[in-house]
């Protein structure tokens, strides 16, 4: 289980994720859950903001949708959040995580222990740093498709 990864396939090529289901099993459940149902591919990364985070999983792309799964309560964790980190986005009430994520820039450690830290980018981080910045972007990265190994 430690080894499985979750592939981000974008245009300008691959983003590999190391899944931590020691840090947050739920949330890397519903991760692989949705990739494997193909609920990912074709959702655009619709809030991007340089030197923080880069956003997505939204199936509408405004950042206000989520699957039709419900809600998972929070799994917040010491895993700091610097850059290549994979975290669950919410809104204010901390156990409204469903299907939205980001990953962090640069160090963004203001947020350790109130979003779940899932993953790590291992490699492909660069294909994130080219994302399309906005929020929302005029013309946003897409996810082609997402599949777990």
């Known amino acids: 289980m430690a ?15 190391k899944l931590r289901p020691d840090l947050a099993p739920n949330h890397v459940a519903r991760i692989k859950e949705l990739a494997g149902e193909g609920f990912y591919d074709g959702v655009k990364f619709h809030r991007v903001i340089p030197g923080f985070m880069a956003q997505g999983g939204c199936p509408n792309g405004t950042g206000m949708g989520g699957s039709s799964k419900p809600n998972l309560a929070q799994e917040f964790n010491a895993e700091p959040h610097v850059r290549g980190v994979c975290s ?6 901390p156990n409204t995580a469903n299907s939205q994520f980001f990953i962090c820039f640069d160090d963004a450690t203001f947020l350790d222990r109130q979003y779940t830290v899932w993953g790590q980018v291992t490699s492909g981080m660069e294909h994130i740093d080219a994302l399309p910045k906005g929020e929302p972007p005029a013309n946003p990265g897409v996810i082609r498709k997402a599949t777990v190994a």
């Open 3 to 17: 080894d499985e990864t979750l592939t981000l396939s974008l245009d300008s090529g691959d983003v590999v994720i």
């Open 88 to 93: 669950m986005a919410r809104t204010n009430d």
